[in-house]
């Protein structure tokens, strides 16, 4: 199969499958999943295809012009196949446990149709070969997003969807403001071509930083970077599975792509160490990695606690591009990957535990691993690797951020690193100590919430299951992060081929 | 670019007219013989894009085609390159859905059949008169025109006979007879100057002066109160309310662009060079934008939004004005590709948006904003196509509204005109803030609701195919507005 070809079969099959889930009837149960899950194997069929196929020097390109001067450009490069593969792997999990999730609730066919719309808009995002492709993209996640984050239809899930709208809709405007001044100083920029915006001339400098810093303003609302993070805890009213998607997959993951796409593809990371960028993100990563998990120590439910620790740790992938140096990208791509693991496991566990036993609240939580040992297990596996115990993935990503930080000599990062990390440790140890080491209701003391006993398992299998996998996926890719095709492996022949500053 | 001969090639000659008066003539069939389904008339009238679609296609490969039609002692000239070619398929295509939604409209709403037969010769008489606007080229062929379309379109407003129609109807027929006068009397100062009234001999021949201003300002503002742009908008919402459905689709999405049209030709002949005025327009516009947005944020009946956001929207189309004059030809090409590209985008967009609006009302039976409180479940077509509809009037990608946008920023910051970019942001804030009003609406789940009134299922798929058309042509952009390019360009 050409090149082409094979790329918009990648996006087209969830475009067609968004498209025949909304021309199925409500009722149609069997064939929606049917169709949900082919599509979601056949479309990780087809990225590991493209993976393969890169790594034996292929290229897969597509594109045709929209307006004078300016294309519509698909194209698998080393970085944007790594993303779409996590967001296929991680839709297939998250696929599964939103068939359980909903089971016997209203609108499934609505929610599923936009679901889909959404991972097509997150693998164009990762396809896309320039800024206006991407801004397609990008823009149309947004919309995608909307009718998933306004599910439940109630007063609040409302009010927090045109809260998501006012942050996304307005970064989205000044995005493209920004890149069409961009076009204008110098053209229809493809990534990659790093010459275009360094051969400018010097006096246009000043005019690239502004840019420069518009552009991250646009991305940063995605990204959740503070102060622009607001949409993002407020986001939590929707239903478990789009929360995962929200926080590992899709959004703050199109954010922080996006950063990455900007520094390391449109300016060049030299370019951007020139003109002192890196030193300004390494600042505002900084200050959100605290902000992030101080404000997650202080909330007493669980998946604010969990949305304010995504806000904190999207920002250690903003660090690692900031650290200017081989070893802090490394970082930064792979922790792209490890969060996304990681993240949604936790998420994942949160909607098992609100389901099964009703538990929105932390203090909830006691003795809980004895009704659900699985899913606390899965709970604990993921928090780990947030706090960074090695062999979970997140070990790796703070180990490379910290000798990054001094590679590019700037050792007071190590002290944010473990104040992070102490910070993590806070918000996630007491859990794990609920989880396992207090009494609860199985234990005799008190009772849960509101208890439905969903399956013959701890919880329903479909529940259970993508949580029991994301986990192992986090602590295999960490036992064997050397091992060929590995995040880690992956992140860093990106970079030595690619992209080594 | 080349003109294709000096006496026109016979073949396209005739097939052109032909396709301008047909529509006439298939209203009055259509008069005596009310279309009883939709299937026949999409047959019927399918093959008049598909003519026009060749004409673009002989005038993409040699040129443009003009002529001149002599009445005895009148001269009446017409023309025929990309841009008014393009605007005839539009045209068209929007004839083709209006009148086939009209079929199954009629059998929703119940009418007497012989109380909705006046609307066939209206129609088709309205897409004559749109298509001669589109391609004469003399004042008096686009004054007979602009009068045919404003007659047409009043007596299709006043069709459903209710008094608010009558009422509204009336004051339409008022604005618009004022507007007639305005151009009247520019018509005739400008006859007095130059002695002519084709536009090219008038181009040649008009020089800059007092009169020629004044002669300018008075078309212009008989124009602009017949395109509705602010602050002569006032006619424009009340007829909405009370019109048919497929009347307001064609009427929003058309004739009040036929006006602008008509300014933009003569603007750019006579008085290229008015930078001041020209800022005067787009500040017109600017102020529609933002009113217009307001207006539709604030209206409490769905109708009312959809109309209020015509007025919104047209004034991205004033924006062209400002860039046009005085700038480079960079900035000038860009703006000229924008303009028309996003009146060919509103006018899909706005069509599609009506008929979703009518189909939400008649469906749900109520037309007030909070009434449709969980029609997302009940009616997901409409909302849907409502919902498509609004990405290309919000200006998101992959809409034609999105491309639109792109060239229209890109032409206002490559000129440093940055007052545009603040009036194109505005716009897009308040159109979304209006749009996810009535989306958010639906989405309330803990709503009672009735039954839901059965609607004939081509009434939602034309509507949906005029959302998808409107959203498709933003990524397919590149061959009309290479036609455009190459021809039309003042």
Known sequence: MSGGVLLLATLCTSLFTALLIFLLPERAFRARTGLNLGAALVKLTLVAWMVWGLSRGHAYALEFPVLEGLAFVLRADALGIMFAGLSSLL???????????????????????????????????????????????????????????????????????????????????????????????????????????????????????????VLIAGFGVKAALVPLHGWLPRAMVAPAPVSALLHAVAVVKAGAFGIVRLVYDVYGIELSAELGLLAGLVAVASVTILYGSLRALAQQELKPRLAYSTVSQVAYIVLGIGLFGPLGTIAAFSHLLHQGLMKVTLFFCAGNYAEELGIHRIDDLDGAGRRMPLTSLAFTVGALGMIGLPPVVGFFSKWY?????????????????????????????????RLWFLPGPDHGVGEWPEERRLGRLETHAWLLVPAVATALFSLVAGLLAGMPFSPLEWATRVVNTEYLP | MSVLSAVPLAAETAVLWVALLIPSLLGLLAWRFPPQRMRPLLLVITPLPLATFWLLHRVAMGGELEGVWSLGELLLYWRLDGLRGLLLLLTQLLLLASATYAVGHRRAIAVAERTFAGFWPLLGGLATALGIIWVAADLLTLYVALELMGLCAVGMMLLPGKQAALVAGMRYLLYALVGSLAWLLGVALLLGVSGRLDLSGLAATTQPGTVTSIAMALLAAGLLLKAAIFPLHGWLAPVHASAWTPVSALHGALVVKASFFILMQLWQRLVPEAVAAAWLLGLLGSMAVVWGGLQAWRAQALKQVVAWSTVGQLGYLMLAFPLLAGTSAAVATLAWQATWLQLAAHAMAKAAMFMAA??????????????????????????????????????????????????LLQAAILAGQWLWVAVLVAGTLLSAAYVFRVLRCAFVEDATRQEVQPLPAGMNLIALLLALAALGLGLGADWPLALIRAGGMP
């Open chain 1, 91 to 213: 839709w297939l999990f998250t696929t599964i446990y939103a068939i359980g999730y909903l089971e016997d609730s209203p609108n499934r066919k609505r929610f599923f149709g936009f679901f889909s719309l959404c991972v097509a808009s997150t693998l164009g995002i990762s396809l896309a070969g320039n800024l206006f492709t991407f801004l397609i993209f990008y823009e149309l996640l947004t919309l995608s997003t909307y009718p998933l984050v306004v599910h439940r239809g109630t007063a609040k899930a409302l009010a927090a969807g045109g809260v998501y709208l006012r942050f996304t809709l307005t970064a989205g405007l000044v995005l493209m403001i920004g890149m069409i001044a961009l076009h204008v100083l110098a053209g229809d920029i493809r990534f990659g071509e790093r010459e275009i915006l360094a051969g400018l001339d010097l006096d246009r400098r000043p005019l690239l930083v502004g840019l420069f810093w």
């Open chain 1, 401 to 433: 951020l910290g000798t990054g930080a001094i590679q590019a000599g700037m050792p007071w990062v190590i002290a944010v690193l473990v104040a992070s990390s102490l910070l993590n440790a806070a918000y996630f140890l007491p859990i794990l100590g």
């Open chain 2, 358 to 407: 009518g189909n939400l009302v008649l469906a749900a039976g109520e037309g007030r904003l909070t009434d449709l409180a969980g029609t997302s479940r009940q009616l997901p077509f409409p909302l849907m196509t409502f919902g498509i509809a609004a990405v290309t009037l919000m200006g998101l990608p992959p809409s034609a509204g999105f491309t639109a946008k792109w060239l």
